[in-house]
């Protein structure tokens, strides 16, 4: 049964040196090219995926006393999907069946389970992207970058952090203690590794995959069982997921009922009965701060890892690439049409304008720039379908609307055009003085920014870390051509618990965290009571028990 | 100012050298030896020690509003020293205040002021083990080494665990992302440990120094400010500690206000007002379950880390050595008069007799024999004076008496003689049926065992291990001769996430647990929701913030 820890061996290798170096390494390529996953992978991936549409999906053996899914594309049509679902005492109870056989498997064992179901989800990106497309709104470049090989390192990042933690203490040591010129006590002891119980992953709409994956295979190495709850809107990624697991743990002759899925619909869902229930152990939770709140409090366990919302921001002090940064924040605004975590908000832009290396710009001529940056990059209809995909929840166009009247429109958020059906925004930036925090101290999620009138730097700097602070946020931006001021906004975000990127221009953006190297989420302000990538995420899922016994000296 | 780092360098060497094997390693020797500690360390420890006893005890520049001090030695008479005291609002903005200095101390700086402060303290052992003794009751030799060395031991745990996690991630690195035959975007990314805020440590009356000082060290290796907040009945021996840390803090040039002192008196405690000031950010408890539970669910911080109360177990099922289960088994109930987290409590027998090297033996006889064991130990006075100490709370004396009625007299408690002034007892054994589980199955903090008559073996392992599992134990013992049924017994045991002794005789005991070896509590029951003494205790402590800019490739 080792064989497949011995199989990919060497990547769990790479991914240990590279978390350790933090340098740029990927197992998985993101570039969705046929040399690298076959000539037919694009076609074979999309027949897969339209082969699930307008039917059962297949989880042989799951529990099930109904079928349930309502998936609707943000392009426009129904998936017709549907999924067995079971209430939460099935699911738990399931789950506890299969749990004694996983807690007792070896961490090589389990971790090379692991390995191979994210080595046959990156077989399947293509399919995956798809799925990912078609249930965020994603456009299709982005849905499989972050729904598949983005999504799968981070997963192997979760299993190699995993693998460490759990090897850390041996199996077995023996404890010699002298006695002066007596006999030593000799005493032999023995650890394992004790699984929490049961882990509930509850997916978020917009990244379902790239979101959970970190907790899912995190408690999934250390020996708990998984209920996968999925966004009742994007079902079919974690479905997908699940499927692959179950797959992997019945051909190494363990239950497939390890990994079960929590599928619901919007209305009914199941998710408050799984949070309290006195079974579930550790709970991972990505979506907003009002339910993330609620699972904190209601939660029967204490083991609750979140990744909720926050406001992120930019502060433009000054830059010598006048044009390089509106266009990368250009970029930052329209991907994904701003349904990112890490996606900015506000702007914040002294009221006296800035230097550049086009000479002085004021305020309004810095807010026209990144405009009519914005309109630039969304000039070509193909390209902005690409970046900007469509709009996941239909609560986020109306919020668009709402925002409209919060400011001096800058530019206006409209539809794509070329994507008839599809439920699209470009972003709408509005101006505002510092002293309008009602407009822009609120979380807008969505394609919706605002450049914000301050009297320096300073000021935005105070104001985003403050605000950081007070409500969270995972990513900030800085343009500053002073290392003396960089330095000061770098201590201010870091006591804040943002993760800070300074003079971005060029294919790199505030957005992207890239796996083995950013850590996503501080833990450390109120976008998050965890980062999703790091030691202390994975070391509590488990705990370690000892028998000791006196041996002959 | 990385002197003391570099100072104690090899000592953290094999610190970390020593968790990793988990074999037999001590920095600090706990035999009081002349030859170790100094040919007159003892009598200057005392001299010292009593120089302290009625007068006002000096922590310079301590916020103070008022004097406190009722402590009473359980040896008979009062300590009269008098501590400055402040509310929890003066405290919190003194801790806030000295924050920004140790926030910014690096980890080089910060871990080696943390060894320093535990090398000051094992030179002053003697001075601690009669602090220790006379507020916990502990005999000298027990006070010395748990007060002492085996504290500091603990704490140099946890300062090897703060660092490892510390420099887990580097400082600095570059990461390179090719771009084909495109210029590789190349970025530099910094990475710095962001303390939490302000940590509380709650000390507990029975062991002041070794409950705290693994959350102590571990938050102030971190770089958070402390609050001690020492159990109103001994404070002396953690505010010796806090007096050292503020020595060492002051000497390298840091506030001193890094560590304070939140000494209180029983009745006019300030715990709950630091509990629940908004500001602490971080809690370490030591204490009963009852007031755990209020601290889990008032705590304005979600980061509390708690060592309550549990029963602890012990199962007989056969022994090839009657005489050396006896005289182990009555150590450990004698050893401190019982007042340990990790004392035995139960011992179930089966009822219808075990196997032994001395042929059969009853349910009777075997009780009678831990009774015998227990007489024969205690049989001189200054034996007995040194293994039990005294009793701490004058609460402990009256549940002796109230648990007289429960069961079958097999051993009665008695005060010990000889030690006038003093308030002990030594251990009750009470015969009762597995049925009588109202009797048995409540936690009896102090010199109260139970002998329980069980069907065989099996059942005494799935009694003592269910029982753990709702209420919590720290520690289970097993006498077995069948490998087997040691292995049954392991599984029961971890899974009810307790660590197990087996067949202990001779000179190591269930009570004990080893600095570097043995994990002390697991976490994963309700004697406690985190292990005192591993990485999962530290990594939260601290998060890791980042910024990052592009550089030319």
Not at 363 to 392: K, Q
Request: aromatic content about 8%.
């Amino acid at each position: 049964m080792g064989d497949l820890f011995d199989r990919h061996r060497t990547t769990l290798g790479a991914a240990l040196q590279a978390a350790q170096d933090r340098g740029y390494w990927s197992a998985f390529p993101e570039v969705p090219s046929g040399k690298v996953y076959g000539e037919t992978a694009k076609e074979d991936g999309l027949s897969a995926y339209r082969a699930r549409l307008g039917r059962p999906f297949e989880l042989p053996g799951h529990p099930g006393m109904k079928a349930v899914g309502q998936e609707v594309s943000p392009y426009g049509f129904a998936l017709g999907i549907t999924y067995p679902a079971a209430d939460a005492e099935t699911l738990v109870a399931a789950s506890q069946s299969a749990a004694p056989a996983w807690a007792g498997a070896s961490p090589e064992i389990r971790v090379g389970v692991c390995l191979e179901i994210l080595a046959r989800l990156n077989r399947m990106s293509f399919e995956m992207a798809n799925a990912v497309m078609h249930t965020t709104g994603q456009a299709f470049a982005m849905a499989f970058q972050a729904g598949g090989p983005h999504a799968q390192d981070r997963g192997l990042e979760a299993v190699a952090y995993a693998w460490a933690e759990m090897t850390r203490t041996p199996a077995r040591a023996t404890w010699v203690k002298p006695q002066g010129k007596g006999e030593p006590i000799v005493i032999e002891k023995h650890w394992r590794i004790v699984p929490r119980g049961i882990s509930l992953v509850i997916g978020c709409q917009t990244f379902p995959t790239w979101n959970s994956y970190p907790g899912l295979f995190a408690s999934l190495a250390t020996g708990n069982t998984l209920i996968v709850k999925p966004h009742p809107g994007a079902i079919l990624p974690l479905a997908l997921t699940v499927q692959v697991a179950c797959e992997v743990l019945a051909e190494e002759g363990f239950p497939a009922d390890i990994v079960l899925l929590a599928a619901d619909e919007a209305g009914a869902e199941i998710t408050r009965d799984l949070v309290q229930h006195p079974a579930v152990a550790i709970i991972d939770y990505t979506g907003s701060n009002a339910f993330g709140d609620w699972v904190s409090e209601n939660a029967a366990t204490r083991q609750v890892y979140t990744e909720e919302a926050g406001v992120n921001s930019i502060v433009i002090g000054a830059t010598d690439d006048f044009a390089g940064m509106c266009a990368n924040i250009a970029f930052s605004l329209s991907l994904y049409s701003g349904q990112m975590c890490t996606a900015p908000q506000n702007i914040y832009v002294p009221r006296g304008g800035i230097e550049t290396n086009e000479g002085p710009k004021n305020f309004d001529a810095i807010a026209a720039g990144v405009a009519a940056a914005v309109d630039a990059l969304l000039s070509d209809p193909a390209r902005a379908a690409g970046v900007c995909g469509a709009i996941a929840n239909p609560a986020t166009l109306a919020r668009v609307e709402a925002a409209r009247g919060l400011g001096r429109l800058v530019r206006d958020s409209a539809p794509l055009t070329g994507v008839e059906g599809a439920r699209t925004a470009t972003p709408m930036i509005l101006a505002v003085d510092g002293d309008q925090t009602p407009a822009y101290e609120e979380e807008r999620f969505g394609p919706i920014a605002f450049v914000i009138a301050v009297e320096n730097a300073a000021e935005g700097i105070a104001r985003a870390a403050g605000l950081a602070h007070r409500k969270g946020a995972i990513t900030a931006a800085l343009y500053e051509t002073d290392d003396a001021r960089i330095a000061a906004a770098a201590d201010a975000f870091a006591a804040a618990g943002v993760n800070l990127s300074v003079n971005l221009t060029g294919g790199i953006f505030v957005n992207q965290s890239a796996a083995f190297s950013d850590f996503h989420v501080t833990g450390a302000n109120p976008a998050g009571n965890a980062c999703l990538t790091d030691t202390a995420f994975v070391a509590n899922r488990f705990r370690v028990a000892m028998w000791r016994r006196p041996m002959a000296a």
